[in-house]
């Protein structure tokens, strides 16, 4: 299988999408085809070769071909005319706004494009925040209590300590912990920095956080390594960042195959079928014995590659059981039954 790397975007997360996909180079069994997509939405096709981060922030990527969408797939201007890529499947590898929140899912699926990575409907869920808490409840999978706001609101936090997340990022980007209503302004501040909801939970000390990652291949779910990420306060930028140039493998959390098996289940629950043709990481709390969602990541850093025993087997898995989409045909017989009652 040969795979086309889209990363990139405009985003408050595309240096860590450059990041991640630089990992992806050193794990993918044979040699992807690198796609860029920049902050002004233009595509280039990287050389493999020069697949540093320096190409990006030197604006040195700019020397390269240019591509562009067509039909069944991503081209670039040749000599004798339109050249296509080679890739057999696309991986989504845009973090955060452009790639998480469905619209470069929508690009793939109108130009019938195959790609791994989460579909329109999954990025909806997946990328807000609080559409993640509703969908969690309706599916019966418990999540943290919360309080939603936005910008122009009057703020008042039921409990301290608390933590205050932008509605719609990742990587812990404009994240606070505050401890008290002192603490309060100048972290509202930082997360309408990047957002103009947010969500404000109970911050736990101490509480236990397991993450695991899984797809569902012919039907049948495949697990990764269930990890206990090590962190200090909570999982801040620094250390997520690290996360996603990460290539070596994890060890397994010190939990019973009970708790376990818990856990593999609330995923089930979650991936259900609105997460087929994407491998995705859930990151759990374990809260007065209960399995609690904290978030869905829908595109994990460098795909959490670093979760699985054999990930090259479990992508290629994925990109031989994407979800089938209905085929529509156009035969006008509604427009033709006008015309012939209007006798045109």
Do not use: W
């Not at 039909?71 to 670039?76: A, L, N, Q, R, V």
């Not at 494009?113 to 609080?130: C, F, M």
């Not at 969500?199 to 797809?215: Q, R, Y």
């Amino acid at each position: 299988m040969r795979y086309g790397i889209v990363f990139g975007g405009k985003s408050f997360e595309h240096e860590i999408s450059i990041v991640s996909a630089i990992a992806m180079k050193k794990v993918l069994k044979y040699k992807p085809e690198f796609i860029f997509v920049d902050q002004f939405k233009d595509m280039y096709h990287i050389p493999y070769k020069k697949m540093k981060s320096k190409l990006f922030s030197t604006a040195e990527y700019k020397k390269f071909d240019k591509l562009f969408f067509k039909k069944g797939g991503i081209y670039k201007d040749g000599f004798f005319g339109e050249k296509k890529i080679k890739f057999d499947m696309l991986l989504n590898l845009i973090h955060g706004q452009d790639g998480e929140d469905g619209k470069i899912a929508s690009v793939f699926e109108f130009y019938d494009i195959k790609y791994i990575g989460p579909r329109v409907e999954a990025s909806v869920v997946s990328y807000n925040k609080l559409l993640t808490k509703i969908y969690a409840k309706l599916l019966g999978v418990k999540a943290l209590k919360f309080q939603k706001f936005s910008k122009n609101d009057k703020v008042i936090v039921d409990d301290y300590p608390a933590i205050i997340k932008p509605a719609r990022l990742g990587s812990s980007i404009g994240v606070s912990v505050v401890s008290c209503e002192d603490e309060l302004e100048y972290a509202l501040d930082v997360a309408f920095e990047f957002d103009d909801d947010i969500i404000i939970e109970p911050f736990i000390n101490n509480i236990k956080e397991l993450n695991l990652a899984g797809a569902k291949i012919d039907g049948k779910f495949y697990f990764s390594t269930i990890e206990e990420p090590s962190k200090d306060k909570f999982l801040d930028f620094d250390k997520k960042y690290l996360d996603f140039s990460r290539t070596k493998k994890v060890k397994k959390a010190d939990i019973n195959d009970i708790l376990s098996q818990r856990v593999e289940e609330a995923f089930k629950t979650v991936y259900n079928t609105t997460f087929e043709g994407s491998i995705i990481r859930c990151d759990f709390f374990i809260y007065k014995g209960e399995v609690v969602l904290n978030e869905i990541n829908s595109i994990p850093g460098s795909y959490a590659n670093y979760l699985f025993d054999d990930f090259n087997s479990i992508i290629d898995g994925v990109a031989n059981s994407l979800p089938k989409s209905n085929d529509i045909t156009v035969d006008y017989a509604y427009v033709n039954k006008i015309q012939s009652i209007k006798g045109k």
